[in-house]
Protein backbone atom coordinates (compact mmCIF):
# COMPACT_ATOMS: atom_id res chain seq x y z
CA UNK A 1 0.00 0.00 0.00
CA UNK A 2 1.48 3.30 -0.70
CA UNK A 3 -0.45 5.69 1.77
CA UNK A 4 -0.43 9.57 2.39
CA UNK A 5 -0.86 11.48 5.77
CA UNK A 6 -1.75 15.05 5.22
CA UNK A 7 -0.77 17.01 8.16
CA UNK A 8 2.42 17.03 10.33
CA UNK A 9 1.14 18.04 13.61
CA UNK A 10 1.25 15.17 16.68
CA UNK A 11 -2.20 13.48 15.02
CA UNK A 12 -0.45 13.10 11.53
CA UNK A 13 2.86 12.43 12.49
CA UNK A 14 1.67 9.69 14.99
CA UNK A 15 -0.24 8.45 12.59
CA UNK A 16 2.20 8.46 9.83
CA UNK A 17 4.66 6.61 12.25
CA UNK A 18 1.95 4.05 13.28
CA UNK A 19 1.98 2.78 9.45
CA UNK A 20 5.53 2.70 8.47
CA UNK A 21 5.94 0.58 11.27
CA UNK A 22 2.99 -1.58 10.13
CA UNK A 23 5.19 -1.85 6.68
CA UNK A 24 3.23 0.92 4.56
CA UNK A 25 4.88 3.01 2.22
CA UNK A 26 4.17 6.48 3.33
CA UNK A 27 4.60 10.20 1.93
CA UNK A 28 3.80 12.33 5.12
CA UNK A 29 2.99 15.56 3.99
CA UNK A 30 4.38 18.10 6.88
CA UNK A 31 5.15 21.82 5.99
CA UNK A 32 6.22 23.73 8.88
CA UNK A 33 3.49 25.92 10.27
CA UNK A 34 1.86 27.19 13.33
CA UNK A 35 -0.43 24.79 14.43
CA UNK A 36 -2.47 23.14 17.77
CA UNK A 37 1.01 20.72 18.40
CA UNK A 38 3.11 23.72 18.75
CA UNK A 39 0.90 25.59 21.39
CA UNK A 40 -0.75 22.97 22.69
CA UNK A 41 -0.09 22.51 26.64
CA UNK A 42 -0.04 19.01 26.31
CA UNK A 43 -2.02 17.78 29.55
CA UNK A 44 -2.83 14.22 29.48
CA UNK A 45 -4.64 11.88 31.90
CA UNK A 46 -6.64 9.34 31.64
CA UNK A 47 -10.53 10.48 33.22
CA UNK A 48 -12.88 11.82 30.92
CA UNK A 49 -16.48 12.56 31.73
CA UNK A 50 -17.56 9.70 28.29
CA UNK A 51 -16.20 6.34 29.33
CA UNK A 52 -15.65 5.32 25.72
CA UNK A 53 -12.97 8.74 25.37
CA UNK A 54 -11.65 7.69 28.92
CA UNK A 55 -10.93 4.19 27.49
CA UNK A 56 -8.92 5.74 24.91
CA UNK A 57 -7.17 7.96 27.46
CA UNK A 58 -6.10 5.47 29.77
CA UNK A 59 -4.54 3.49 26.83
CA UNK A 60 -2.75 6.19 25.37
CA UNK A 61 -1.63 7.08 29.15
CA UNK A 62 -0.66 3.51 29.73
CA UNK A 63 1.32 3.26 26.22
CA UNK A 64 3.64 6.49 26.94
CA UNK A 65 4.13 5.37 30.57
CA UNK A 66 5.39 1.97 29.49
CA UNK A 67 7.30 2.23 26.57
CA UNK A 68 10.52 4.20 27.09
CA UNK A 69 11.05 5.47 23.21
CA UNK A 70 7.64 7.26 23.25
CA UNK A 71 8.00 8.52 27.03
CA UNK A 72 11.49 9.81 25.60
CA UNK A 73 9.99 11.30 22.45
CA UNK A 74 7.29 12.79 24.24
CA UNK A 75 9.04 14.35 27.12
CA UNK A 76 6.57 13.09 29.57
CA UNK A 77 5.96 14.58 33.08
CA UNK A 78 4.02 12.62 35.46
CA UNK A 79 2.35 15.40 38.03
CA UNK A 80 -1.08 13.83 39.39
CA UNK A 81 -4.40 15.49 37.54
CA UNK A 82 -7.47 16.25 38.97
CA UNK A 83 -11.00 16.69 37.17
CA UNK A 84 -13.82 18.28 39.16
CA UNK A 85 -17.14 17.64 37.79
CA UNK A 86 -20.89 17.19 39.02
CA UNK A 87 -21.87 14.12 36.75
CA UNK A 88 -21.39 10.36 37.47
CA UNK A 89 -17.73 9.57 37.20
CA UNK A 90 -17.97 5.52 37.89
CA UNK A 91 -18.20 4.30 34.22
CA UNK A 92 -15.18 6.10 33.27
CA UNK A 93 -13.20 5.70 36.18
CA UNK A 94 -13.99 2.38 35.67
CA UNK A 95 -12.19 2.62 32.63
CA UNK A 96 -9.24 4.35 34.31
CA UNK A 97 -8.95 1.39 36.34
CA UNK A 98 -9.39 -1.32 34.03
CA UNK A 99 -6.11 -0.43 31.98
CA UNK A 100 -4.31 1.67 34.77
CA UNK A 101 -4.95 -0.14 38.06
CA UNK A 102 -4.92 1.98 41.49
CA UNK A 103 -4.41 5.90 39.42
CA UNK A 104 -8.03 7.00 39.94
CA UNK A 105 -9.67 7.86 43.05
CA UNK A 106 -12.78 10.44 43.68
CA UNK A 107 -12.98 12.86 46.32
CA UNK A 108 -16.30 14.91 46.98
CA UNK A 109 -16.20 18.52 47.71
CA UNK A 110 -14.90 18.72 50.99
CA UNK A 111 -11.81 17.14 49.90
CA UNK A 112 -11.33 19.08 46.66
CA UNK A 113 -11.58 22.08 49.36
CA UNK A 114 -9.12 20.53 51.04
CA UNK A 115 -6.39 18.90 48.90
CA UNK A 116 -6.43 20.90 45.40
CA UNK A 117 -7.22 24.62 46.99
CA UNK A 118 -11.02 24.78 45.14
CA UNK A 119 -13.71 27.49 46.10
CA UNK A 120 -17.31 28.00 46.31
CA UNK A 121 -18.03 24.15 44.75
CA UNK A 122 -21.51 22.83 45.03
CA UNK A 123 -21.98 19.92 47.37
CA UNK A 124 -22.68 17.63 44.86
CA UNK A 125 -19.14 18.64 42.92
CA UNK A 126 -16.71 15.34 43.19
CA UNK A 127 -13.53 15.23 42.14
CA UNK A 128 -11.31 12.56 39.65
CA UNK A 129 -7.78 11.94 41.42
CA UNK A 130 -5.22 10.46 38.93
CA UNK A 131 -1.56 9.63 39.95
CA UNK A 132 -0.43 8.33 36.58
CA UNK A 133 -1.18 11.77 34.65
CA UNK A 134 0.64 14.52 33.41
CA UNK A 135 1.72 16.45 30.39
CA UNK A 136 4.14 15.84 27.20
CA UNK A 137 5.09 18.03 24.70
CA UNK A 138 2.73 17.23 21.70
CA UNK A 139 5.86 19.33 19.34
CA UNK A 140 8.73 17.52 20.47
CA UNK A 141 6.74 13.79 19.86
CA UNK A 142 5.86 14.75 16.31
CA UNK A 143 9.48 15.71 15.45
CA UNK A 144 10.46 12.48 16.29
CA UNK A 145 7.97 10.74 14.88
CA UNK A 146 8.52 12.56 11.56
CA UNK A 147 12.68 12.18 11.72
CA UNK A 148 12.37 8.78 12.59
CA UNK A 149 9.97 7.97 9.75
CA UNK A 150 12.35 10.04 7.42
CA UNK A 151 15.58 7.00 8.17
CA UNK A 152 13.18 4.48 8.24
CA UNK A 153 11.91 4.61 4.85
CA UNK A 154 9.50 6.83 4.62
CA UNK A 155 9.41 10.49 2.82
CA UNK A 156 8.78 13.45 4.76
CA UNK A 157 7.77 16.56 2.58
CA UNK A 158 7.53 20.41 3.29
CA UNK A 159 5.54 20.79 0.29
CA UNK A 160 1.96 22.58 1.21
CA UNK A 161 -0.92 20.56 0.08
CA UNK A 162 -3.44 22.67 -1.84
CA UNK A 163 -6.41 19.75 -2.85
CA UNK A 164 -6.89 16.04 -1.84
CA UNK A 165 -9.71 14.91 -4.15
CA UNK A 166 -11.30 11.46 -4.61
CA UNK A 167 -9.39 8.78 -5.84
CA UNK A 168 -6.73 9.65 -3.51
CA UNK A 169 -4.86 11.87 -4.97
CA UNK A 170 -2.91 14.64 -3.57
CA UNK A 171 -2.31 18.39 -5.40
CA UNK A 172 0.51 20.84 -4.19
CA UNK A 173 2.05 24.01 -6.08
CA UNK A 174 4.77 21.60 -7.49
CA UNK A 175 1.97 18.70 -9.14
CA UNK A 176 -0.24 16.43 -8.39
CA UNK A 177 0.36 12.43 -6.51
CA UNK A 178 -1.48 9.54 -6.63
CA UNK A 179 -1.73 6.81 -3.86
CA UNK A 180 -3.83 3.96 -2.75
CA UNK A 181 -5.09 6.26 0.72
CA UNK A 182 -5.17 9.41 1.78
CA UNK A 183 -5.42 10.56 5.08
CA UNK A 184 -5.96 14.17 5.84
CA UNK A 185 -4.87 14.71 9.79
CA UNK A 186 -4.25 18.78 8.97
CA UNK A 187 -6.52 19.86 12.12
CA UNK A 188 -8.16 23.30 11.24
CA UNK A 189 -6.59 23.43 7.53
CA UNK A 190 -8.74 19.84 7.30
CA UNK A 191 -12.18 21.90 6.14
CA UNK A 192 -10.61 23.28 2.97
CA UNK A 193 -8.70 20.89 2.24
CA UNK A 194 -11.72 17.57 1.85
CA UNK A 195 -15.37 17.79 2.34
CA UNK A 196 -17.40 15.12 3.11
CA UNK A 197 -18.33 15.49 6.99
CA UNK A 198 -19.21 18.35 9.28
CA UNK A 199 -15.67 19.69 10.51
CA UNK A 200 -15.01 23.16 12.03
CA UNK A 201 -12.18 25.02 13.21
CA UNK A 202 -12.27 26.93 16.55
CA UNK A 203 -9.63 29.12 18.48
CA UNK A 204 -7.68 27.54 21.94
CA UNK A 205 -5.71 29.39 24.11
CA UNK A 206 -3.84 29.41 27.00
CA UNK A 207 -1.81 31.58 29.27
CA UNK A 208 1.06 31.64 31.40
CA UNK A 209 0.10 33.69 34.51
CA UNK A 210 2.25 33.92 37.90
CA UNK A 211 -0.35 33.14 40.86
CA UNK A 212 -0.18 31.64 43.86
CA UNK A 213 -2.67 28.50 43.42
CA UNK A 214 -2.53 26.19 45.46
CA UNK A 215 -2.94 23.10 43.17
CA UNK A 216 0.00 21.13 42.93
CA UNK A 217 -1.47 19.15 40.18
CA UNK A 218 -2.59 19.53 36.56
CA UNK A 219 -6.60 20.26 36.98
CA UNK A 220 -9.59 20.48 34.61
CA UNK A 221 -12.77 22.00 36.19
CA UNK A 222 -15.75 21.64 34.25
CA UNK A 223 -18.11 23.59 35.89
CA UNK A 224 -16.41 26.95 35.21
CA UNK A 225 -14.16 25.38 32.12
CA UNK A 226 -10.86 26.19 33.47
CA UNK A 227 -7.75 24.14 33.42
CA UNK A 228 -4.29 24.83 33.81
CA UNK A 229 -1.13 22.88 35.03
CA UNK A 230 1.86 24.02 37.14
CA UNK A 231 4.82 25.44 34.97
CA UNK A 232 7.44 25.98 37.39
CA UNK A 233 9.22 28.82 39.19
CA UNK A 234 5.53 29.62 40.71
CA UNK A 235 3.40 30.24 37.21
CA UNK A 236 1.11 27.85 36.02
CA UNK A 237 -0.15 27.85 32.49
CA UNK A 238 -4.24 28.38 32.55
CA UNK A 239 -7.02 28.71 29.71
CA UNK A 240 -10.42 28.26 29.64
CA UNK A 241 -12.89 27.26 26.48
CA UNK A 242 -12.84 29.88 23.89
CA UNK A 243 -15.87 30.77 21.52
CA UNK A 244 -14.41 31.70 18.73
CA UNK A 245 -15.58 29.56 16.03
CA UNK A 246 -14.83 28.77 12.05
CA UNK A 247 -11.63 30.80 12.81
CA UNK A 248 -9.19 31.66 10.04
CA UNK A 249 -6.11 29.10 11.05
CA UNK A 250 -3.66 31.42 9.07
CA UNK A 251 -5.09 34.37 11.17
CA UNK A 252 -5.30 33.96 14.43
CA UNK A 253 -4.66 36.26 17.01
CA UNK A 254 -4.75 36.31 21.01
CA UNK A 255 -8.24 37.37 22.53
CA UNK A 256 -6.99 39.40 25.47
CA UNK A 257 -10.45 39.39 26.80
CA UNK A 258 -10.09 35.67 27.57
CA UNK A 259 -7.18 36.25 28.85
CA UNK A 260 -8.47 38.85 31.60
CA UNK A 261 -11.79 35.95 32.24
CA UNK A 262 -8.83 33.42 32.81
CA UNK A 263 -7.45 35.54 35.64
CA UNK A 264 -9.76 36.61 37.26
CA UNK A 265 -11.94 33.09 36.74
CA UNK A 266 -8.55 31.40 38.52
CA UNK A 267 -8.72 34.06 41.41
CA UNK A 268 -12.30 33.45 42.46
CA UNK A 269 -11.93 29.38 42.13
CA UNK A 270 -9.14 29.35 44.06
CA UNK A 271 -9.49 32.41 46.69
CA UNK A 272 -6.19 34.18 45.41
CA UNK A 273 -5.58 37.69 46.00
CA UNK A 274 -2.07 37.71 45.00
CA UNK A 275 0.06 37.30 41.86
CA UNK A 276 0.45 39.45 38.47
CA UNK A 277 -2.12 41.23 37.16
CA UNK A 278 -1.92 39.98 33.31
CA UNK A 279 -0.23 37.27 31.45
CA UNK A 280 3.72 36.49 31.24
CA UNK A 281 2.89 35.48 27.74
CA UNK A 282 -0.49 34.23 25.76
CA UNK A 283 -0.49 32.05 23.35
CA UNK A 284 -3.71 31.65 20.75
CA UNK A 285 -4.29 28.65 17.91
CA UNK A 286 -7.03 26.58 16.67
CA UNK A 287 -8.10 23.32 16.35
CA UNK A 288 -10.51 21.24 14.40
CA UNK A 289 -14.07 19.80 15.67
CA UNK A 290 -16.60 17.38 15.06
CA UNK A 291 -19.80 16.47 16.74
CA UNK A 292 -19.67 14.00 18.02
CA UNK A 293 -15.88 14.80 19.34
CA UNK A 294 -12.98 12.25 18.77
CA UNK A 295 -9.90 12.03 17.44
CA UNK A 296 -10.71 8.79 14.61
CA UNK A 297 -10.24 7.27 11.14
CA UNK A 298 -13.15 8.41 8.85
CA UNK A 299 -13.74 7.54 5.43
CA UNK A 300 -14.82 10.73 3.30
CA UNK A 301 -14.49 9.66 -0.39
CA UNK A 302 -13.10 7.36 -2.48
CA UNK A 303 -9.74 6.17 -1.27
CA UNK A 304 -9.49 9.52 1.18
CA UNK A 305 -10.43 9.73 4.57
CA UNK A 306 -9.78 12.26 7.88
CA UNK A 307 -8.04 11.65 11.34
CA UNK A 308 -8.88 14.29 13.23
CA UNK A 309 -11.90 16.05 14.88
CA UNK A 310 -11.15 15.61 18.38
CA UNK A 311 -12.35 17.73 21.70
CA UNK A 312 -9.71 20.63 21.89
CA UNK A 313 -6.70 18.94 21.21
CA UNK A 314 -5.56 14.95 20.35
CA UNK A 315 -2.77 15.15 23.00
CA UNK A 316 -4.60 12.38 25.43
CA UNK A 317 -5.91 10.32 23.04
CA UNK A 318 -3.42 10.23 20.15
CA UNK A 319 -1.66 7.31 20.95
CA UNK A 320 -4.42 4.73 21.34
CA UNK A 321 -6.43 6.37 18.08
CA UNK A 322 -3.49 6.17 15.69
CA UNK A 323 -3.06 2.68 16.79
CA UNK A 324 -6.98 2.09 16.08
CA UNK A 325 -6.90 4.22 12.62
CA UNK A 326 -3.47 2.29 11.27
CA UNK A 327 -5.15 -0.92 11.87
CA UNK A 328 -8.29 0.51 9.69
CA UNK A 329 -6.08 1.85 6.99
CA UNK A 330 -4.18 -1.24 6.63
CA UNK A 331 -7.51 -3.83 6.50
CA UNK A 332 -9.04 -1.69 4.30
Do not use: N
Request: charged residues 25%; neutral net charge.
Amino acid sequence: MRAAVVGGGVAGATLAWRLRTAGVDVTAYAPEAEDASGASGGLVRGFEVDADASRAAAESLAELRSDERVRDWAGYRETGSVYVTAKDVTPSVDSVEDVLPGSASVVDAAGLARRFGFRDLTADAVGVVERHAGHFSPARFREHALRWLAGHGGDVRTERVTEVSAGAVVRTPGGTTGFDAVVVAAGAWTPRLVGGEPLRSKQIQYGLYRLPIPCPVSFVDDRTGLYGRPAGDGAFLLGLGCDRWDVDPDGVTPDHDLAARVLDTARRRFGVTGGAGTADRVVASFDCYRSPAGLRLVRVGAGVFTFTGGSGGAAKTVLAASRRAAEELVAA
